[in-house]
């Protein structure tokens, strides 16, 4: 038998396409760059926004198919790599995004470069969101070496010294993590999706264990730009 073809995921729309492009060329990567890197912040962007923008535009289209029209999206964590994601649930969906970010400076960067498109980029914690969502984005944020340098040293990288590692400084890390994920995983709708990088599937495995909460892990994921952790999606039943 002949192989089934793979069916081709539909472009973004015009629209869509061209308010990703104007607010990739609005970003002042000058500023930005100090913040994603303590060196070379310049080269960095030089080299990631073109993969950034593409590899986004990817994601985009893959998560089209799986919201509803009209829903709600929490994202913990949200910067450049998700203006794609954003701008297609916002364009294509009409859906309504509440994307949290922790650093100020990013927030205002953001902020100014979309202008009219209006994606509403908030400073503070997703903890503080109100309502329900059928959708919730976690991508790289609790393997996030800045944010939580032992749990990323130890699960996502592997190197921890047994030496020098500090266990309560873990300890506390893991609790903090443990009650950012429930807190945002108590406002996702059932059923409802959740998008996350592959090495943060424990935390989600773990919850649904501990909630008895049937889930479906998707094999297929998608390469991201920045820090290289495939993301995929999960239904939640």
Known sequence: MPPTPIKKTPRLSTRTTQAIKQIYQALDYEALGPIYCDEGGDAFWE???GPCQKLGITIAKALRSRLP???RSLYVGAGVPEIPVLLMELLELNRTVCPYNLRQAEVDILSQAVGKNGIPFCYGS???ATG???HLWIVSVLNDPEEFPNLSVLFSYGRADPLAFDTSAFSTERETGIRLFANCMAKLTKPGWLTTSVEEIPWVENWCQ???QPYHIEEATYPTALVGDPLCFIRIE
């Open 69 to 71: 029209q009209q829903g």
């Open 132 to 134: 329900d969502f059928d």
């Open 126 to 128: 997703a903890e503080s």
């Open 47 to 49: 080299d990631r926004r």
């Open 210 to 212: 501990t909630h008895h």
